[in-house]
């Protein structure tokens, strides 16, 4: 069935580096794909979005990388902050509002 | 603006209970769906409703029910709980169901624990 998952359950990184979490999708008829962060007692919190007729996305410290050629996404954050530390989700959106989620990242800041 | 508001945000039942959960979606926003958040499966989607009806359904059981109420609040109900049925369960609203680029504005969940 559809499914999106990621490369790593973990990523431990130090205050100031760049991070980049990884995701593979297997839908290739998926058109939009999404990051979300969640916090430790949080529901997810949305960070970026890409559809699929883009490459490259960029907010606030953050960028969205699409790849459909190999159906990978990832997500770079710059500078990282420990406040980035959290579990971090892609996720693709298929029929109306529903989303499909990877099974999540772990990113861990050490000052 | 608000939230999305889920309530309560911890509950506690028993084998063999049903548990009812609300979720208040944003002011303006139709479209409510709900997921079940487990260490072993992680996120799985539930079902959607728009307008009041059932637009979409996930993988579980008819024990798992919702509804939608015409001010979009929704409400999802658990029957003869399982202790399998341990999980967070999170609403998310989104201002409207149709089309891509609609961002899902998730609550911070209803924690339930059934022993």
């Known amino acids: 069935g559809e499914s999106v998952g990621l490369h790593l359950p973990t990523l431990s990184v130090q205050e100031g580096d760049n991070s980049i979490i990884n995701c593979a999708y297997s839908?290739?008829?998926?058109?939009?794909f999404i990051w979300y962060k969640q916090e430790s007692g949080k529901g997810p919190q949305f960070i970026i979005d890409?559809?699929?007729?883009?490459d490259k996305r960029q907010g606030q410290r953050v960028t969205v990388l699409l790849n459909k050629t190999v159906k990978h996404l990832s997500l770079q954050i710059a500078a990282t902050q420990p406040g980035d530390s959290a579990v971090y989700f892609c996720?693709?959106?298929?029929?109306?509002?529903?989303?499909?989620f990877g099974e999540g990242t772990q990113l861990t800041v050490n000052p | 603006k608000a939230g999305v508001t889920q309530t309560p945000r911890y509950l506690i039942k028993t084998r063999g209970q049903q548990v009812t959960l609300s979720c208040s979606p944003i002011?303006?926003?139709?479209?409510v769906s709900w997921y079940q958040q487990t260490p072993g499966q992680g996120l799985q989607f539930l079902f959607e409703?728009?307008?009041?009806?059932?637009?979409n359904k996930g993988n579980f059981p008819g024990r798992f029910s919702g509804r939608q109420f015409s001010n979009s609040r929704s409400e999802m109900n658990v029957s003869t709980l399982e202790l399998g049925d341990s999980a967070l369960y999170l609403c998310?609203?989104?201002?409207?169901?149709?089309?891509?680029?609609?961002?899902?504005?998730f609550g911070q969940g209803t924690r339930l624990t059934v022993v």
């Open positions: 890409i559809r699929s007729n883009m």
């Open positions: 002011s303006g926003h139709r479209s």
């Open positions: 839908n290739s008829a998926s058109d939009y």
């Open positions: 409703y728009f307008s009041e009806t059932q637009r």
């Open positions: 998310a609203s989104t201002h409207r169901g149709e089309g891509a680029n609609t961002e899902a504005f």
């Open positions: 996720a693709e959106k298929t029929s109306g509002s529903r989303l499909t």
